[in-house]
């Protein structure tokens, strides 16, 4: 075989920069957001930088990036980035670039700007029904139904503080949405079935056991192979078990549907980081717009505008008005799904007489 | 004539003002790509039967690597036949994703040639995902790549690619050289990034401070966050143009006419209390600062972050497989970061000695922690304990003294304490 080249890495960073990132690396000072998905950086030696932003699909065709590129080749020098959020920045080193780079990201129509400050930004999310083996739930159709619905938060700056939505299509969580604003989460809500004819050949038993977060599953022989049995009674549907083992899927169209949960951040800012709570135990799929699952989530996002102090993200807002006012305002059912009964469940509950009488 | 599926469904997802998945890979399957058309075949029947339509993995590869590529199969492949393999890899990203599109161009041009022309810009961990490739193009495409000097990420139980905010390219609060040190350890551990050789997977992630734009708190099993021990820099004449309105609050993230009220959105959102204004100067404790980045947030013309910098690592965050979520938590409160970083570089192999050694079958360090505790860990790696990672001291009274603790050890007969204590 001829010399084949591996354990190279990435490119270094640098090879991808325009000059003014070298000569400005380490240096810049200040910078202001100019308009919604428009800012500007300054450095120490006075230099400015522009950024224009836009909503990224995350899921494109080398069509799409194409476009991107020739934007990128006829105002930026060949040089764009993408943001952790899947946004796309185009940078510029002078004021008067902006215009007609704002006016080729409209004339391309699919690259809408936007993404700053005290906003909805990109959604950031996981393959869905286009390519995950796992899914309970679409990505990429509910992000843009959400995104649909919710634009006019994208490209300006109303809300109290951002709102970062992420969405998982199952509970493997492939990109963390434990720590959103609002997290939609793809769920299933029946035990695996189980192709007891074929799972030993598939799988290796003893690892799928270990799989199960809640000793769920023990051997058994069943219809005279060597298989597995689950107790329903133990099962919370979580799918690790299909993780390890083909032949115990969970997917079902009755049965999956979406959780929605809320209050989560990731940034030290004031508050510590916290992890997303459960909002609304259950919304069936509604492919293609998902119209209940848009619905409940405007009116959360809503209701957090007109209620919350400036710069609370939705998580403080809740902690300081109590939780039994975000049920009350938001007008979310509250049941005995809410409460907690994993590990650490009495952390969870209030141990005080400090509550607030709700209708 | 090029193939397409009837989408009723998708067709809906071309309409709104959010950019359209649908329309772009139509456009795609219009050009000639069948993989998208019976993409878009497939997942239109995946909304018809709200169930997904891909068998569960498969082993496929390159050569000598372990990982970087994905296995996936159609199971309904004699309807959609462009589909039925739907394999990705996983490139690794130039840190902090910027790209020179002349480099870029080499990905597009390969994939186009051999793949489905559906990407991820870009996966969760940061990879770039070539979305969709035959079993038989696999090893051809990873030649052609790594001819233009593109590589694999990490996939498995093994190192996966690391990632970086901004950082100092394009931020004024970062602490750290989020890309530097992103790149050395991707440099440094490809072995252990291509080979999967560990109990389970391990992320790092590295923020240039504590605003955390890479969410390291909430899942890398080790977050290097930028920080800073000296004091916050003050320009008084900003503060006071703040404070006169000449300048916007947040950077603008509000609007460019929104006026900072210092005592009441900087001063009292403070979370130790450590800041005063007397209507002209603004003062803080810098002792009694945690560095939570919300006065440099609102002010970024008037403070910036100390110049006496380095990194707080955390260690353990997890999303909730197996045992539940974590986010990680302090073990070294600082350490300065300077290449080539061979302080960091000790202490990480220590953490993955202690790990490879002691971790079940898919325990991520996180869960090993919880398992055998927060002192063992530190004691493997030869960290002392500090206040400072841990946000309450145990309120259990179960304290598990060693032997060698105690005076006189564990050992005692029950003659001898029945010489004092009658039965």
């Known amino acids: 075989m001829a010399e084949r080249i591996t354990d190279i890495g990435p490119p270094k960073y640098d090879e991808m920069w325009p000059d003014i990132i070298k000569d400005n690396y380490g240096k810049w000072k200040y910078h202001e957001i100019l308009e919604p998905g428009v800012l500007k950086h300054v450095s120490e030696t006075g230099t400015e930088l522009y950024t224009v932003r836009c909503a990224g699909t995350r899921l494109m065709t080398t069509l799409h990036l194409e476009n991107i590129c020739k934007i990128a080749d006829e105002f930026c020098g060949g040089f764009f980035r993408f943001t952790t959020r899947n946004n796309i920045e185009f940078m510029v080193d002078d004021a008067s670039k902006l215009e007609p780079l704002k006016k080729a990201l409209a004339d391309n129509g699919a690259l809408p700007i936007g993404g700053t400050g005290a906003c909805i930004t990109n959604i950031v999310h996981t393959q869905g029904w286009v390519h995950c083996h796992t899914p309970a739930i679409d990505a990429s159709g509910i992000v843009k139904a959400v995104m649909d619905e919710l634009f006019e938060y994208f490209g300006s700056h109303k809300l109290p503080a951002q709102v970062r939505i992420s969405l998982a299509c199952c509970l493997n969580m492939c990109g963390a949405v434990h720590c959103s604003d609002i997290a939609i989460l793809g769920v299933h809500r029946k035990p695996p079935v189980i192709e007891h004819s074929h799972l030993d050949k598939m799988c290796e038993i003893p690892t799928t056991i270990a799989a199960c977060p809640t000793a769920a599953i023990k051997p058994a022989k069943v219809d005279g192979y060597k298989s597995v049995a689950v107790n329903a009674d133990r099962c919370m549907f979580c799918g690790n078990c299909y993780t390890m083992c083909p032949a115990m899927p969970l997917a079902d169209a009755d049965g999956d549907g979406i959780a929605l949960w809320v209050g989560g951040k990731v940034s030290n800012a004031r508050s510590m980081p916290k992890f997303s709570k459960l909002a609304v135990p259950f919304i069936p799929n509604e492919p293609p717009r998902w119209p209940s699952t848009v619905e409940a989530i405007k009116k959360i996002v809503e209701v957090y505008a007109a209620d919350a102090n400036k710069y609370e993200r939705i998580g403080e807002w809740a902690e300081r008005i109590g939780w039994e006012r975000f049920f009350e305002k938001t007008g979310l059912e509250f049941s005995h799904h809410h409460i907690d009964d994993y590990r650490f469940a009495m952390t969870t509950w209030r141990n005080s007489t400090q509550f607030k009488f709700t209708d | ?423």
Not at chain 2, 175 to 182: A, G, L, M, S
Request: charged share 25%.
């Open chain 2, 1 to 423: 004539m090029a193939k397409e599926h009837p989408t009723p469904m998708l067709d809906e997802l071309e309409k709104g003002p959010w950019p359209s998945f649908v329309t772009d890979i139509k456009a795609a399957a219009k050009a000639g790509k069948d993989a998208c058309a019976d993409l878009l075949g497939q997942l239109e029947l995946s909304y018809k039967d709200k169930e997904g339509h891909w068998k569960h993995g498969g082993i496929v590869g390159v050569l000598g690597y372990g990982g970087g590529v994905i296995g996936r199969y159609s199971d309904v492949p004699e309807l959609f036949p462009g589909v039925e393999h739907f394999h990705t890899l996983r490139v690794n990203q130039p840190a902090s994703k910027f790209y020179k599109t002349e480099r870029l161009r080499e990905i597009i041009d390969i994939w186009n040639r051999r793949g489905s022309g559906m990407l991820n810009m870009h996966g969760s961990t940061g990879d770039m995902v070539l979305l969709g490739a035959f079993t038989e193009e696999l090893e051809p495409i990873f030649a052609e790549l790594t001819a233009k000097g593109w590589d694999l990420g990490g996939s498995g139980s093994a190192l996966r690619t690391p990632s970086c905010c901004v950082g100092k390219a394009r931020c004024e609060w970062a602490c750290i050289d989020t890309q530097d040190i992103c790149y050395t350890l991707t440099m440094e551990y490809q072995d252990e990034l291509h080979r999967p050789a560990w109990p389970y997977k391990f992320k790092f992630k590295v923020d240039g401070c504590p605003n955390c734009c890479v969410a390291s708190i909430a899942r890398a099993d080790c977050s290097i966050i930028g920080t800073w021990r000296d004091d916050i820099r003050i320009d008084a004449e900003a503060v006071k143009a703040y404070a006169a309105g000449e300048i916007a609050a947040n950077g603008g993230g509000h609007g460019t006419d929104d006026k900072l009220d210092i005592q009441k959105d900087v001063v009292e959102l403070c979370p130790t209390q450590c800041m005063s204004w007397d209507g002209s100067t603004l003062t803080i404790n810098n002792a009694e600062c945690t560095r939570c980045m919300h006065c440099i947030n609102l002010m970024p013309q008037a403070l910036r972050p100390g110049t006496d910098t380095g990194a707080t690592i955390l260690v353990g965050a997890k999303a909730p497989i197996l045992e539940g979520a974590q986010m990680s938590s302090v073990v070294i409160p600082f350490i300065k970061m300077e290449a080539p970083y061979d302080d960091f570089k000790e202490f990480i192999e220590k953490v993955w000695d202690w790990w490879d050694e002691n971790g079940k079958n898919r325990e991520r360090l996180g869960e090993l922690i919880q398992r055998l505790g927060l002192a063992e860990f530190l004691k493997a790696v030869d960290l002392e304990p500090v206040p400072q990672m841990i946000k309450e001291p145990r309120s259990n009274p179960y304290i598990f003294y060693k032997e060698e603790e105690v005076p006189g050890g564990f050992e005692r007969t029950i003659d001898d304490y029945r010489k004092r204590h009658a039965r």
